[in-house]
């Protein structure tokens, strides 16, 4: 099993940037894929980044340039950097790693005001 806590989110203007973050604990030597998922109201949940086992990354076009999915195996933590941030990046943000099966964050809110 692995726990993932996520901090972070928040409230930003057009154009700003935040950080999130995801700290593992638990079997986090049996991480393989990690990533980041977002929902936002009325919305299909969209995968917005994907790193894995070999560190190769893949992003939503939608985000593409503008996140950076990036993680410091020392802290068992990952992070999802996030730049010129759009109001139509609001959303729930939930991190996850794979094991065995997948792990989910708690979520965090993101909102961007235009």
């Known amino acids: 099993q692995v726990q993932l806590v996520e901090s972070g989110g928040g409230l930003v203007q057009a154009g700003g940037s935040l950080r999130l973050s995801c700290a593992a604990s638990?079997?986090?030597?049996?991480?393989?894929?990690i990533g980041w998922y977002r929902q936002a109201p009325g919305k299909q949940r969209e995968l917005v980044a994907f790193?894995?086992?070999?560190?190769?990354?893949t992003y939503a076009d939608s985000v593409k340039g503008r996140f950076t999915i990036s993680r410091d195996n020392a802290k068992n933590t990952m992070y999802l950097q996030m730049s010129g941030l759009k109001p139509e990046d609001t959303a729930v943000y939930y991190c996850?790693?794979?094991?065995?099966?997948?792990?989910w964050g708690q979520g965090t809110q993101v909102t961007v005001s235009s």
């Open positions: 996850f790693a794979r094991t065995s099966y997948t792990n």
């Open positions: 638990g079997s986090t030597s049996s991480i393989a894929a």
């Open positions: 790193m894995d086992s070999g560190d190769s990354t």
